[in-house]
């Protein structure tokens, strides 16, 4: 993530831009394939394990039947009714060792989750992630639609150049081995987020977590920083990411700002797995410098230069 974001920061820098994106263009607009649709992901169908799986684990038939009330009620002594639905019976017939074995622990983080209780979910998806930490997905980066500008001649060089950017950033782009975040390490935690919901059906698991807003001067820890750093990743220190390009800031390095917004994780687990088969992890990545000067083959000044870049990874 570090540097993604990076090659693109040093190229808006010279007036071009060179980034890893994805498989999808920057000019479009509409979802991706597998990406999963924030605006009904709780609506949406999901196939990925069966009804049967999740039912058939405890089903409310086995507690009725156990101990029906027509039992109850044919037998007329007090004992009679005590000895024809004992205690102990209604408890063997449906017990939580018998719900445990039908679902084993294989079937990890556990059989399903629905809840709004942020610790609750978060543990659900720091295990599935844990899981899956090494699946195969693609990142995508996008510059959003007139969001280059600044003070002066450098906010109309831009503005003339942001076609040019953005086919920098369609052309640039491939697919990584690894799930954002580090779970063993940098675990996201309730102080993260603003809301999470855990849906479980026909044994799926559907998660929604929105993480709050970020905000970096030029010394931010791209795997550690803060709630986005956790959850999807961010640039992380400036100077770091400029040596790659090998651009330097030669002033104003205390005017830059890195605003992290509109982050989110949205993930499909299957309950029998305890993986991830699905899943969406986004921030905006919004840029300002007050009043630098930039050097990379040629010198630079930027004045009240913003950008910004929509950042995805889709499995």
Avoid at 201 to 222: A, E, W
Wanted: charge should be negative; charged fraction near 20%; aromatic fraction near 4%.
């Amino acid at each position: 993530m570090k540097r993604i974001l990076a090659l693109i920061l040093a190229g808006l820098m010279i007036f071009s831009f060179a980034a890893c994106g994805g498989s999808k263009s920057s000019e479009e607009t509409t979802l991706g394939e597998n990406e999963l649709n924030p605006d009904n992901f709780f609506d949406e169908d999901v196939t990925d394990a069966p009804a049967a799986d999740a039912t058939t684990a405890a089903p409310a038939a086995d507690a009725t039947t156990a101990a029906p009330a027509a039992d109850a009620t044919t037998a007329a002594p007090a004992a009679d009714a005590t000895t024809a639905a004992p205690a102990a019976d209604a408890t063997t017939a449906a017990p939580a060792a018998d719900a445990t074995t039908a679902a084993p622990t294989t079937k990890a983080p556990s059989a399903g989750l629905t809840s709004t209780d942020k610790a609750e979910v978060l543990a659900y998806y720091n295990a599935a992630l844990a899981k899956s930490k090494n699946t195969k997905c693609t990142q995508t980066m996008r510059l959003v639609d007139g969001s280059l500008g600044g003070d002066g001649a450098v906010g109309a060089i831009l503005k003339v150049l942001e076609p040019a950017a953005k086919n920098a950033l369609a052309k640039n782009s491939h697919e990584r081995d690894n799930l954002p975040g580090q779970p063993d390490k940098y675990p996201l935690t309730v102080a993260d987020v603003k809301s999470a919901k855990a849906v479980s059906s026909n044994g799926v698991t559907k998660i929604r977590i929105d993480l709050n807003q970020q905000v970096d001067g030029p010394n931010g820890d791209g795997d550690n920083g803060g709630p986005v750093a956790r959850g999807v990743g961010t640039l992380g220190s400036i100077d770091n990411a400029l040596s790659e390009m090998g651009a330097t800031l030669t002033d104003g390095r205390d005017t830059v700002k890195l605003t992290y917004n509109d982050a989110y994780i949205m993930v499909e687990i299957n309950e029998s797995t305890g993986k991830i088969t699905k899943g969406t992890w986004h921030q905006m990545t919004n840029i300002f410098i007050g009043n630098a000067k930039a050097k990379l083959g040629i010198s630079a000044t930027l004045k009240n230069f913003k950008g910004q870049v929509e950042f995805k990874v889709v499995i």
